[in-house]
T-cell receptor, first 114, second 112 residues
Framework: DTAVSQTPKYLVTQMGNDKSIKCEQNLGHDTMYWYKQDSKKFLKIMFSYNNKELIINETVPNRFSPKSPDKAHLNLHINSLELGDSAVYFC?????????????FGPGTRLTVT | GEDVEQSLFLSVREGDSSVINCTYTDSSSTYLYWYKQEPGAGLQLLTYIFSNMDMKQDQRLTVLLNKKDKHLSLRIADTQTGDSAIYFCAEKKMDSSYKLIFGSGTRLLVRP
């Protein structure tokens, strides 16, 4: 199946731990994104990579570090997890050369910090 | 600012039309989008409109764009229970970034 996939789908962890969320797309896109959706469903972009280079970095704490080993992968590593990090994290991808910039979303990772 | 605003909730009866409204702030936006999020799932692009268009129709969906008022609407004809979801509008800015600014989402509930 051609898609954007994320692992894990659910992640429950304690405060202070370090965790990673993985994202892969097999659509051949060159741009990938991480979004955070809070409990009120508000969706906010965190990072964007184009051809493995960081192009968008919103005001996200340094504890969040994206890593893009290649164009098809964009992983999110979170250090010293806090209660406020609990949210659903969505990965997305698009083809930058296409002016429509349609973004394809993954199914989301629900992170719960206790 | 970057605020894209939507009403939070809409309830309609099955078979009626639904109209979801959105206001955006950046008059230079090039594309405006409507995404649908079903429970427990990611966002799925429903339709889009280019900023030089006033209206776009795609089967049961009609998008209206009023650039003067920066107002975007999505009309769903013959609303079905399967249309129950959260609907997000989003704008693509006319700059070098690939950023989409999303609205807060409108939860549509379709009653049988």
């Amino acid at each position: 199946d051609t898609a954007v996939s994320q692992t894990p789908k659910y992640l429950v962890t304690q405060m202070g731990n370090d965790k990673s969320i993985k994202c892969e797309q097999n659509l051949g896109h060159d741009t990938m994104y991480w979004y955070k959706q809070d409990s009120k469903k508000f969706l906010k972009i965190m990072f964007s990579y184009n051809n493995k280079e960081l192009i968008i970095n919103e005001t996200v704490p340094n504890r969040f570090s994206p890593k893009s080993p290649d164009k098809a992968h964009l992983n999110l590593h979170i250090n010293s997890l806090e209660l406020g990090d609990s949210a659903v994290y969505f990965c997305a991808s698009s083809q930058a050369e296409m002016s429509l910039y349609e973004q394809y979303f993954g199914p989301g990772t629900r992170l719960t910090v206790t | 600012g970057e605020d894209v605003e939507q009403s939070l909730f809409l309830s309609v009866r099955e078979g009626d039309s639904s109209v979801i409204n959105c206001t955006y702030t950046d008059s230079s936006s090039t594309y405006l989008y409507w995404y649908k999020q079903e429970p427990g799932a990611g966002l799925q692009l429903l339709t889009y409109i280019f900023s030089n268009m006033d209206m776009k129709q795609d089967q049961r969906l009609t998008v209206l764009l009023n650039k003067k008022d920066k107002h975007l609407s999505l009309r769903i004809a013959d609303t079905q229970t399967g249309d129950s979801a959260i609907y997000f509008c989003a704008e693509k800015k006319m700059d070098s970034s690939y950023k989409l600014i999303f609205g807060s989402g409108t939860r549509l509930l379709v009653r049988p």
